[in-house]
């Protein structure tokens, strides 16, 4: 276990030694939730057009995921297991590069950024991959957030790899609740396109 924390602590430094003056300001807006309202509209949007009524069943299938994944990344393993974010490791002191001061909180695994977009990732490529073959699309981008947390200095690669790991067994959770729901109302058994 000793060996992986040292070799995580390594490709940390090698990722975030990667960085440039002019990139500092664009991965602080890839990484701010805010920025990716409008994504999260346009799925929204899709679930509308293609659900109507019942569009209320899969955004509780996208809402029980994003939960998951947050509360065990946040609630659970981070005070579970403290370990230190980069930008606040004392070993780590002046190797770690740090984007306008933003350091995040004190513990750091596992990112709830990478469980929350992974599996919301996920959750679109079970739900809708016969109907629209975009939806792998989702998961370069969850990427790309996720990316940016290793880049700011707040998150190990390992606690990255983790937090998706835990979002996308989070969105198979949203996917079987939203197939539960369908057949309870229903009364038959859901075809995979809710």
Known sequence: MEQLVEWDKAFFLYLNGQHT??????MMVLSHRLTWVPLYLMLLVFIIRRHGRESWIPVVGI????????QVCS???KP???RLRPSHEPSLDGL?????GYRGGHYGFASSHAGNTFGLAM???LRYHRIWKWTWILFPWAAIVAYTRIYLGVHYPGDVIVGALIGMLAAYAGHRTCRLLKKAIHGRRPTSAV
Do not use: E, G, M, Q
Request: hydrophobic share 70%.
């Open 96 to 100: 770690v590069h740090i984007v306008d």
């Open 75 to 77: 609630s659970l393993l």
């Open 21 to 26: 003056s002019w990139l500092d300001p664009i």
């Open 123 to 125: 959750f679109f490529v």
């Open 63 to 70: 809402a029980l995921t994003i939960l998951l994944a947050d």
């Open 80 to 82: 579970l297991f403290a």
